[in-house]
C-alpha cells in the first residue's frame, strides 16, 4: 500500500469530480481566492514599489514593514482577523494579501530599481517626464523582474490559500482539513498533490509571460 | 499585559523552543542551498532543473507536508525534527536560486586574478568565491529567516510546541492577548534575527564598509 | 535588496523535468507500507515515570494537568507532554507506549476505533470502549461522572422565536439553516447526514474548524450559521446564552472523560486515577473550563485548587 498510489487514485476516483465539493469546483475556488488576493496585494504593492525604487524615497522604511508583515504568521493572522471579521471568506482572503504583498513590493522596486540608469539618463536627456519615464522606460525594463515577484507571491498564496478552508467552504485546502481530521490520509494528499499541480501550472503561465516580456533585441544584462 | 506576566515563564519557554526549531532549519538550508547554487552555477544545465525542483518543493502546502515527512523519513510525527526537515525544505527552495545568483555576482575579472595569483579550486571557493557572494546571499538567507521563524507557529497544528501554541491557545480560550503575545513574540524574533544577520553580514564583508554605497550595491 | 526573480530562467520543459523527478524521489522513498503515523519511538521516558499527555484543548490539560499533580502527590514520577495537537497527532503514540496516560473521551474514542458504532448510551459505550482498549493493547481506567461531549445549540433568539427545545424542534423552522461545524461532522453520524436520517432536518454545511471555538460562536452571532454542535463543557454556552437541543433520539454517544492508559499502569497510579475521575463532577468540569477562560488562568493553578478543595492533595 502506497500513500501516494492511494492519493493518485483519490484524485482519479469519477465520483470525487463534479457537484459543489467536486475536486474541479474546488480548483476553480482556489484559483478565485488565489487570483482576487494576488490582484488585491498588486493594487497596493505594485504602484507603491515603482514610486520607491523610481524615487528612490521611503525605501528603508517600507523595506523594514515588507519585512515585519513577512514574519506575521498566516495562523495568527487568521486567526485575529477570523475573530474581528467572522467565518466566511474576508478573513482569509485579507491574510492572503498580507502574505502576497511584501514579494510584490520587492519585486516593484527592485525592478525599478535595476532598469539600466543609462537608459533611464538618456530618456530624461530625450525631454521625457517622469510619468513616462516610470510608464515607457522604468516598468518595461524591470517588467522582467516585477513579474518575478509576482510570480513569487503567486506561489505563496496558491499553497497558502489552503487555509482559507480552516474558516469557510471554500477551495482544495478542505480535502486537507477533512482528511486530517478524519484520518483519511489519501484525501490529505491528494489535496496536496491537486495544490502543488496547481501551483505548476500557474508558475508556468507567470513564466511564459515573464519571457515574453523580455526585450528581443539586445540582452539586458542580468 | 496581565496576561504576559502571568504566563512569562510559559512564554519564554515556548519562546525558546521557537528558537530551537527554527535556527537549525535556517542553518540546514543555507548549507544546502550553497552546494545547490554552486552545482548551478557550475553546470548551468544540472542546475536550471535542481533549482526547478527546488522552487516546485516550495508550492506543497506546509500541513500535508508535516504528515507526509514522517511517512518518507520514519521519524515521528511530533517529533520537532519533522518540523525542522520540512521548514529546511521550503528554505532551501526560497535560496537555492538566490545562492546561484550569488556566485554569479561574482566579479569574473575577480576570480581570474585570484586564479593568477595560483589560487587552488578550493582555495577559490573559500577565500574569493564565497566571501564575495556573501552581499547577495545574506539578503536571501534574511528572507529565509523571517519566514522560517514565521512558519514555525504551524507546528502547533501538529503538537510541535512553539510561540504558534499561544496563537492555538489563545484562539480556543478566546484569549486575545496570547493570541497577540504570540504574534507579537513571533514577529519581535523574526526581527531580532534579521539584525543579528546584518551584524553578521558586516563582521563578513568588511571591505564593503570602505566603498561608496552605490558601489557597495 | 530582495531578489525575488529567480525562478526567470526556467523552461517548461525543465521545470516538468524537475516535477518527474519530486515525483519519482517521493514514490521511491515511500515504496514501503509504512504507516504515516505508527512512529512512535517506544520510549516511555525513562524507567518507572509516568508519561502523561494533553490534547492542545485548554480543557483537557487542566484534566491531565489534575493526574499529574495527583500523582506527585504519592510520589509517583510524572512527565508532562501536554498540548499534543489532535486526536490523530497523540493516539498513535499512546499506542506504541511513548505516552502511558492520556485523558480521553468516551465516545469520541470508541468512534476512533469503531466508527461503525452503534453504542449511544454512557455505559454502553464505556463497555464496548473496555473491548476496543484491550484490543488495541491498551487500557481504560474507571469512566469520570465529568462529561464533555458534542451538543446542537442554537442561539437563544433563534430557538425563542421558533420555540426550539429538541433536536426534534428543529423540523419545525422553516427558513434554511446553515450548520457549521468542524469539517469530520460533515461525514460522521451526528453531521448534516444523521440529521436526516434519525430527525428528518434538512441543513446545509459549512466547515468551522475551531471545535465549537469562539469562530463558531461568533458565526451564530452573527446568524452566518443557524447549527453548530459545542462542547456540553464548554463555558461560551453559558457566557453567551446559548441553547442546548435535547438529543432524544440518541445522534451523539455519550461521551465522559475517561483516562486511557498503557496495559502496564501500575494498579497504584491506576488507583489515584480512579479516585480523581469519581470526584469530579459535569458542574465541576464547566467550573474548571470558565476559570480558564475567564481568569485566564494557566491550567496548573486551575487543577491544583479544584484537587485541594477535593481533598486530594
Redesign the interface.
Known sequence: MS?FGDALSWITDGAHWGGPTGIDHRIVQHLLVTFAAVALAALLALPLGVLIGHTGRGRLVVVALA??V????????L??LG?ALGIGIEAPLLALVALAFPSLLAGAYAGVEAADRGAVDAARAVGMSEWQLVTRVEIPLGADVILGGIRAAT??V???A?LAAYISDTGL?RY?FSG?KSRQ?DE??A??LL??GL??VL?LALATLQRASRPTTGKVP? | M??LN??RD?VLDMLLQHVRLAVPAVVVSVLIAIVLGRIAWRWPRAG??V???A???????????L??I???L?????SGLTLVVALAVYGTALLA??A??AF?SVDARVREAAEAMGYSRTGLFWKVDLPLAV??LL??I??VT??T???V??G????I?S???L??????????????T??VG??LL??AL?VLLVGLGHLATPWRATLPKAAA? | ???PS??G???ST??G???V??ASL?LT??GGD?D??S???GDNGGGGTIVIGSQ???SNEIIAEAYAQALEAADIEVQRDF????RE??L??IESG?INLFPEYTGPLLQVWEPDTEARLADDVYADLVTAAEDKGLQVLDQSPATDQDSYVVTRAFAEKWGLETIDDLAKVTDPMVFGANSEAENRPNGPKGLKDTYGVEVSFTPIE??G???TVKALEDDDIQLAIIYTGDP?IKKNDLVTLEDTKGLFLASHVVPLASEDLSDEAAGVINKVSAAMSPEDLVDLDAR??DE???AATIAKDWLEKEGLL
Open positions: 500513500l519585512g515585519a513577512r514574519a506575521v504568521p498566516t495562523l495568527g493572522l486567526t485575529l475573530l506561489l505563496q496558491v499553497a497558502t489552503t485546502g486537507l486530517l490520509y490529505m494528499l489535496g496536496a495544490v502543488a501551483a505548476l508558475d542580468s | 496581565t496576561w502571568a504566563n510559559y536550471t532543473v533549482l526547478g525542483t522552487s516546485l518543493l516550495y508550492s506543497v502546502p506546509a500541513l500535508p507536508l504528515i507526509v514522517p511517512v518518507l520514519g521519524i515521528s510525527l511530533r536560486g538566490t546561484a545568483d554569479r552581499p547577495v539578503s536571501g534574511r528572507v523571517v519566514s521563524v514565521s512558519l507557529t504551524i502547533a497544528l501538529v503538537g510546541p510561540l504558534g501554541n496563537l492555538t491557545d489563545g484562539f480556543q480560550r478566546d484569549i486575545r492577548a496570547e493570541i497577540v504570540g504574534v513571533t514577529m523574526a526581527i534579521d550595491r | 535588496m530582495t531578489r529567480r525562478f530562467q526556467l523552461r525543465q521545470i523535468l524537475a516535477l523527478t519530486v517521493a522513498a515511500c509504512s504515516p503515523l512512529s512512535g519511538d492542545d484543548y485548554y498540548k499534543i495537537g489532535q497527532a497523540y498513535p503514540e511513548s475551531d471545535g471555538g469562539p469562530l461560551s480558564s477562560v485566564q488562568l494557566p
